[in-house]
C-alpha cells in the first residue's frame, strides 16, 4: 500500500497482476456467456427503454410487432382497442383450435386466439373510440404524454379525425408518428395490406418455391414472415428517430409500406434485372449462389411410428452444405461418385442451374436408402456441414434452445403456463436483455390504471364511457 | 376449351400461350421462348417475351426493339 | 383453372358413375399420367398442358393402377354427397390432416403439455373490476379450485414436469 493514498497502484488492486495471471483467471468464453447473459434472470437486470410511452393503435401483426419489440426492451406501450372487440388478430386463431378466456368483461364465452402471439406482449390494454368527438380530449392527452404512436389505419384516416402527425406535431413537438399500412402514398395509395400482399406484390413470393420446371408454383411462406420482418424494420426507424430526437428535440413522421418493404430482401433481383434484363426465378431448396448449399430428401423418416404425421412422414428433410472444393469433394467421395467431383471441379461450374439439378439428384439417390439421423451423420463424420430440417416439436427439445433461454416455459400472470419464443428468439443483451411479462391482457383491462390512475379522471366518468361503450 | 385434334403438344402449348406480339426475332421457332401472352396489361410493354435457356433458371427478357436474328443456343421447337 | 373428370362408367346397376372428379391446378397444371375415379375407381388417363387437357381422360383397362388421385370428388346429381380430400383409395392422400377434434370448436385444456395448469378456458367467471378491468392476477385456490385440487393430484403422480 502506498503512504499517498490517492496514489493508485496495479498491484494493490484486485484481480490478476500479471497477463499471465489474468489468462489464467479469465473464464473460458462458454461460462462468460452463460454468466453475463444469464437466460432466465433478465427480470433482475436493467431495461433499455425504460422512460418510453408509446401508443399503439395497430391491428393483426405487422404494426402491433413494431411496438412489442419496443415493449419487449422495457417501454411503456398502451395499445388503444376497439371497445368490447379488441384487435381483429384477437379472433383468429390457428384451425380455430386455441383459445384463452376471457377477451373482454362482458363476453365471457368469447376468447382471445394464438394468432395475436407475440404481437403484442408486455403492453397495457386500453379501450377507446378516438374517432368520437367526445374522447378527442382524452386521446390528444395521451399524445402529449407519450413519446410516440404506430397507427395503421388506412392513409389519411388519422389525418379526417385531426389525430395525423400533421395535428398532434402541434400538441407535442417531440412526437414521433408511424404510418405503417400497405403500399403508402402513391397511384396505389388506398390499396390495404396484408402478409400475403406484401409477399406478393414486392416480388417475394414469386422466388419462393419449386421453379416452375419442376411443378412448382409460387409460394408464400405459412408463416406471416413479412408481417413481422416489417415490423421490426420499424422498430429500428423508431430507435433512429429517438436517437435522433436526443439529438435535435423533434419528433419524425416514420411513413412505411409493407409491400415495399418486402422489395428488401430480394437481394440481386433489381439490379440484376436492371443490367440484364433478368428475372429472377424460384430455385426452390437449393441456392442461386452457391452449390451445395440446399436441403435434400432422405428416403427414411427418424421417426416411423409417431401419430403426428410431421413426424412420421415429413422427418426426413437435411440440409447440406458443401460449396467449397475441398468440401466438395469430400461430399462426393461419401456417396462415391468421384466422377461428379470431376466433373464439376469448379464452383464456376456446379453452381450452374444444370448442374445442379443433376448433383442434387445424385445425393436424393445416395440418400434414399437412409434415415435423415443416418444422412447427417454420415456427413457430419466427414466434416460437412448437415443438420435436420427441424420441426415445432424439435425446437422445442432442443438442447442448445434449451441452454439459451430461446424457447421456455412461463408463468403468465392472468393465463398460467404458456411455452413462448419470440421475446428470447430475438437476440441476447447481456445489460439490458429482452423479457417478458406477460403475453396479452383482456380488452380495456387497464382502463382504470390509464383512465383514472395516470390521466385523472374520476372512477365515475371511467364507468359512464364504459356503459356508452365509448371505451 | 382448345381443340387437341391433330396437334402435337408443343403445338396446344402454342395455343394456350397465344402471343400478344409479333416480330422477326428467331426466338419464335425457338423451343424456350416463353411468350407474353395475349391480353397482357403486365409486364412491360417492350418485351416479345422471356427466354428460359440462356440465363436459365432465371429468365431473360428479350426486348422487342432489340431483334436476335441469330442464337447460340436456338433449338428448333417440336 | 380447374378441370374436372366426369365419370359415365356404367355400374353393376346398370346407371352410370356420374362422379365429377376435381382436377386441382397445383397438382395438375402440366401432368401426364393415370387417375382413379374417387367413386367406381375406374381409372383414366390424362395428359394436361399449362391447365389445359390436351389428351383424355381416356378409360383405361381395368386393374391400370392409377399414379394419383383427385383432390376432392362429388356427385352433383344426387345432393351433396361428396368425397372429401383425404380419403385413401378414394381421393388424394393428405396426411397432416386436422385432428379429429376439428370440428370448429376450441379445444379447452387446463394444463399444458408439461402438466402445469393453464387458465384460458371457459366460461370464465366475469372480473371483479371495473371497466373490464382485470384486477387481479390468477390465484388457482380461489379461481378455480377443482383445477388446484388436480393440480395436486398430478403433481402426486408425478406428471408435473419442467419440461
Ligand atoms: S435460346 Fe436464343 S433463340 Fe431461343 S429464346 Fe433464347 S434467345 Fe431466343
Ligand atoms: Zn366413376
Known sequence: MTKDLRECRLEDLPGPKSKQELDEMRMPYEDYCKAVFAPGHEMSKPEALKGIRWLSTTMYIFTPHSVANLAELGAEVIKVEMPRMGDPMKHTSPFNEAYLYPLHDTRPMTGTGYGFTSANVNEYYLSMDYHLPEMKEAFYRLIKMSDGLTECYRPGTFDRWKQSYRFVQELNPRFIYVWGGGFGYGPKCFGGSYDILGQAHAGLASVTGMHEFMGGHCTKHSNWCIDWYSGTQITFGILA??????????????????????????????????????????????????????????????????????????????????????????????IKKPDMYSKYMKHKDRVEGEAQVDIYAELEDWAKDKSRAEVVRILQSEGLLCEPVMNDREVYESEHYRTRGTVRWMEDPLFGDVLVQGTYSAGLMSQTPRRQYWIWRPVGADNVKIYHEMLGYPISTVKEWYDKAWI | MIEAKGLTPRQFLDKVLEPEKESDHICWQCEFLKPVIKGSSFPPADIIGWCMKIHWPYYWCVADFNVVKKCYVFKQKG | MCDIIWCKKTQADGKPCETVNYLDPYCFWNWKGNIN??????????????????????????????????????????????????????????????????????????????????????????????????????????????????YKEKIAKGEVKEW
Open chain 1, 241 to 334: 428517430a429517438l436517437h435522433w430526437r436526443a439529438k435535435t428535440g423533434l419528433g419524425t413522421m416514420i411513413e412505411f409500406s409493407q409491400v415495399q418493404a418486402a422489395t428488401r430482401v430480394l437481394g440481386h433481383a433489381a439490379p440484376m434485372y436492371g443490367r440484364f434484363g433478368i428475372v429472377r426465378q424460384r430455385w426452390g431448396n437449393w441456392d442461386t449462389q452457391l452449390c451445395v448449399h440446399g436441403i435434400i430428401l432422405c428416403g427414411k423418416s427418424d421417426f416411423p411410428d409417431a401419430i403426428n404425421p410431421q413426424d412420421k412422414f415429413e422427418a426426413r428433410y437435411a440440409m447440406v452444405s458443401a460449396f467449397q472444393d475441398k468440401d466438395f469433394k469430400a461430399l462426393c467421395d461419401v
Open chain 3, 37 to 150: 375415379c374417387a367413386h367406381c375407381g375406374t381409372v383414366y388417363a390424362i395428359h394436361m398442358i399449362q391447365g389445359h387437357m390436351y389428351k383424355g381422360p381416356d378409360e383405361q383397362p381395368a386393374g391400370t393402377k392409377p399414379d394419383t388421385s383427385p383432390l376432392y370428388a362429388d356427385k352433383p346429381l344426387e345432393g351433396y354427397i361428396n368425397y372429401p380430400s383425404g380419403m385413401e383409395g378414394r381421393t388424394r392422400p393428405f396426411h397432416c390432416l386436422p385432428r379429429h377434434i376439428y370440428l370448429g370448436v376450441p379445444d379447452m385444456v387446463k394444463f399444458s403439455i408439461r402438466g402445469k395448469p393453464l387458465r384460458g378456458w371457459r366460461p370464465q367467471p366475469k372480473s371483479a373490476g371495473i371497466a373490464g378491468q382485470f384486477p387481479y392476477n390468477w390465484e388457482m385456490e380461489k379461481l378455480s379450485p377443482e383445477v388446484a385440487a388436480e
